[in-house]
Structure formats: structure tokens, C-alpha cells
């Protein structure tokens, strides 16, 4: 059983920056690849962001390439999203996600979100 939890989440003018963060337990983390997801108010979850397991390959949704990015720090069981250049169509619910066997393409585990509003 794995149990994320983000943080980081709030509201912020329009170009200013953010870092989420999400929070793994147990001891196995360095064995997911994690990603982050968002879903806006009426709409479908969309990709974010990836990142291996090992944090050398990572993975963005055009929207956002050049202004965010992953990372994570496996002695921390933590994963970041650091969020610059923030946009109003940025708005959503951030949430975490772990992929068990590793796979970018693939999550079994899902945080409980936290929201990113970002003001015009």
C-alpha cells in the first residue's frame, strides 16, 4: 500500500512560481517512476509531468515544457513539480501519482490533490 500526499498548492498571480511537492511512504519509492497529473473544474485529467525512477528521464506535456519541472529526491521519498512562469490556464488540481512496476505510462497510486490557482 502506498499513501501520497502533495503540498504546495495555492494561489499565486499570474508569472509567479510554485513548487508542489508529494510526499511517498514506505520504503520502496525509488522503485516507482511518479508523475503529476491536473484536472480543471469540468474537464478530464490531463498529464503534467514524469520522471523515472532513478530521476534521469523525465516527461512534460507541451503546455508547460520550459516552465515546469520534476524532480524528486528518492532519500526523501519526495517528488516536486517546480511550476515558473505560472499561467491562468494553469489552474487545477495538481495531484501525485506513483507507477508500481515503474512504467511512465502506467499509475496504480494516486494523492488526494491539492489545488493551483493562478490569477490574471
Known amino acids: 500500500q502506498v499513501q501520497l500526499v502533495e503540498s504546495g498548492g495555492g494561489l499565486v498571480q499570474a508569472g509567479g512560481s510554485l513548487r508542489l511537492s508529494c510526499a511517498a511512504s514506505g520504503r520502496t519509492f525509488s522503485s516507482y517512476a511518479m508523475g503529476w497529473f491536473r484536472q480543471a473544474p469540468g474537464k478530464e485529467r490531463e498529464f503534467v509531468a514524469a520522471i523515472s525512477r532513478s530521476g534521469d528521464k523525465t516527461y512534460y506535456t507541451d503546455s508547460v515544457k520550459g516552465r515546469f519541472t520534476i524532480s524528486r529526491d528518492n532519500a526523501k521519498n519526495t517528488v516536486y513539480l517546480q511550476m515558473n512562469s505560472l499561467k491562468p490556464e494553469d489552474t487545477a488540481v495538481y495531484y501525485c501519482?506513483?507507477?508500481?512496476?515503474?512504467?511512465?505510462?502506467?499509475?496504480?497510486?494516486w494523492g488526494q490533490g491539492t489545488q493551483v490557482t493562478v490569477s490574471s
Open positions: 501519482a506513483a507507477s508500481r512496476l515503474g512504467s511512465v505510462y502506467n499509475y496504480d497510486y
